[in-house]
T-cell receptor
Framework: SQQGEEDPQALSIQEGENATMNCSYK?????LQWYRQNSGRGLVHLILIRSNEREKHSGRLRVTLDTSKKSSSLLITASRAADTASYFC???????????????FGKGTHLIIQP | NAGVTQTPKFQVLKTGQSMTLQCAQDMNHEYMSWYRQDPGMGLRLIHYSVGAGITDQGEVPNGYNVSRSTTEDFPLRLLSAAPSQTSVYFC???????????FGSGTRLTVV
């Protein structure tokens, strides 16, 4: 079953505004990752936040993680038309002896930036 | 570096046919995995591998086989194609579980 659930499913904002997407997950994790997918293309890794981190920044991206609520948010500041894409959160669980069990994705948020 | 290369990009199969989707990476990544993406479903994990000779099942493994004889290659085999396997398939690789994954550009498969 899907681990993560993004909210909202779709978001349309004006260029220059900030966009916030939320993700909830069900089980304990080692890290949570955000990906972008342009229509018909592969996924691009944006940012990874570990379970012992609460906030992380990368350029115009800000990610928060609240493990007590099993939730994360992705903030894109000063949005641009090129940010139009689908955004997915994905969780990864590590085994105690090493190794990981792959990514579990949510259904994504479709972001449209109006010029 | 080419990254993650998937072939073919498009494929049409008849029900019952078998085929292999190829995935190769040149980044010396240990972790590789296969996903399928259906409309409105996000990506679902089919099979994954944490190193050569090691594979395991993901969320939706039925009807698919994998093997990992080398670090570079992780082919996905469809044993007997069914219309329910019509989907876009993505291969991904990662250096380890603490890094993000690099995705291929996908294979769009239609089973008729």
């Amino acid at each position: 079953s899907q681990q993560g659930e993004e909210d909202p499913q779709a978001l349309s904002i004006q260029e220059g505004e900030n966009a916030t997407m939320n993700c909830s997950y069900k089980t304990s994790i080692n890290n949570l990752q955000w990906y972008r997918q342009n229509s018909g293309r592969g996924l691009v890794h944006l940012i990874l936040i570990r379970s012992n981190e609460r906030e992380k920044h990368s350029g115009r991206l800000r990610v928060t993680l609240d493990t007590s609520k099993k939730s994360s948010s992705l903030l894109i500041t000063a949005s641009r038309a090129a940010d139009t894409a689908s955004y997915f959160c994905a969780t990864e669980t590590m085994y105690s002896g090493g190794g990981a069990d792959g990514l579990t994705f949510g259904k994504g948020t479709h972001l449209i930036i109006q010029p | 570096n080419a990254g993650v290369t998937q072939t073919p990009k498009f494929q049409v199969l008849k029900t019952g046919q078998s085929m292999t989707l190829q995935c190769a990476q040149d980044m010396n990544h240990e972790y590789m995995s296969w996903y399928r993406q259906d409309p409105g479903m996000g990506l679902r994990l089919i099979h994954y591998s944490v190193g050569a000779g090691i594979t395991d099942q993901g969320e939706v493994p039925n009807g698919y086989n994998v093997s990992r004889s080398t670090t570079e290659d992780f082919p996905l085999r469809l044993l007997s194609a069914a219309p329910s396997q019509t989907s876009v398939y993505f291969c991904a690789s990662s250096f380890s579980g603490t890094y993000g994954y690099t995705f291929g550009s996908g294979t769009r498969l239609t089973v008729v």
